[in-house]
């Protein structure tokens, strides 16, 4: 008997002036989807508290204010707002995928959550690259969450934006053998041509991976617009770009995608269109060439500091930085580590 799965892709506005706003707004949506029997639900990208807008339209030099406002509004992980969206997966017994700008000291992060329907934080992982405008506001994220996890409805990945336009990325999940990839963007941004741009994106994973692909993009009111920027011509830039989409493994739309406007996508998946497509084509099983491509992942998380082997203070091996200087302060944790040390290398032989 076929496994059925039921998801739900939103597009909604967040709340410019109230974290507590966009917050309630999720939990809104999650109830609103468990009344229609939704197990998996996905929202836009940094939705909480808000995708920073303005760094698309304005000058550095201006962003200083708005930049600072979302980093006091910054979600921290974990912190009140991560047990407030646990207890909605948990009351609705749904596995919630919310993208939020995370703080951590002094720092902003692309981060995507992955909750499971028992309210657990299964995966927090950052965009690996922040893209263009986006690298003046948040950091850089490392392949230490770029996994799949096991939850009630499946093995699920995660990537943001154009993550999806690195192909490595792609593939290492791709190697994990995700069934449910949930794919995040900002929206109401750049035009049209990001919109169509998307679409190619998902349904070419969709069908490369031989998953389902559930797509959700965030979406502005006029009167956020104009609170962005007053200038006409470049409030046509925060137009557009909405593509909020669940996809087959086929590559076919499973219901109508939402290109303007809020609401919610609701298909049902059936898993068994997954060997459906990979009994033709399984990318990293029968149709791979692990002896002639591989993908090498360095897992190791980004760290600032690292932790001096014990014989380092007892006459031992000087440690040496990555460009091969010796470092005669054993106390000193600023130090990076040896390149072999720091490039923990896995193999992922496809299949």
């Not at 995507?112 to 995966?123: H, K, R, T």
């Not at 950091?139 to 499946?154: N, R, S």
């Not at 919109?195 to 969709?206: D, F, G, P, Y």
Request: charged share 20%; aromatic share 6%; with cysteine.
């Amino acid at each position: 008997m076929s496994r059925i799965i039921r998801a739900a892709a939103v597009q909604i506005a967040p709340d410019f002036e109230n974290v507590d706003g966009t917050l309630n707004r999720v939990c809104a949506a999650i109830d609103e989807a468990g009344a229609k029997g939704v197990q998996l639900i996905v929202f836009p990208e940094t939705f909480l508290p808000y995708y920073p807008y303005f760094s698309f339209v304005q000058p550095p030099v201006l962003q200083g204010p708005a930049h600072i406002r979302l980093m006091e509004r910054a979600v921290m992980v974990p912190g009140p707002v991560t047990l407030a969206v646990a207890e909605r997966a948990r009351a609705n017994s749904m596995v919630v995928v919310l993208g939020v700008n995370e703080r951590d000291h002094g720092s902003l992060y692309n981060t995507q959550l992955v909750f499971d329907a028992d309210g657990s934080l299964l995966l927090k992982r950052r965009k690996i690259t922040p893209t263009y405008h986006e690298r003046m506001i948040w950091g850089q994220g490392d392949a230490a969450g770029l996994k799949v996890v096991d939850t009630k409805v499946g093995r699920v990945g995660a990537l943001a934006c154009w993550e999806h336009y690195n192909p490595l990325a792609r593939y290492a999940l791709m190697a994990q053998h995700e069934e449910i990839h949930c794919a995040q963007f900002p929206g109401s941004l750049v035009g049209p041509i990001f919109a169509e741009q998307m679409e190619v994106t998902i349904r070419h994973h969709a069908l490369e991976s031989g998953c389902f692909v559930v797509n959700a993009t965030g979406w502005l009111t006029d009167a956020q617009i104009t609170a962005i920027t007053p200038d006409a011509g470049l409030q046509k830039a925060l137009r557009g770009g909405c593509h909020t989409a669940i996809v087959s493994p086929e590559g076919k739309h499973l219901a109508p995608p939402l290109t303007e406007g809020e609401g919610m996508v609701v298909a049902d998946l059936d898993m068994a269109l997954i060997t459906k497509r990979k009994r033709m084509m399984d990318s990293v099983g029968h149709y791979a060439r692990p002896e002639l491509l591989s993908l090498a992942i360095n897992q190791r998380p980004a760290a600032t500091t690292f932790a001096m082997p014990s014989h380092a203070s007892s006459g031992g091996p000087v440690p040496t930085t990555p460009h091969g200087s010796t470092s005669h302060d054993h106390d000193s944790l600023a130090v990076q580590p040896p390149v072999d040390d720091r490039v923990a290398v896995l193999r992922v032989a496809a299949g």
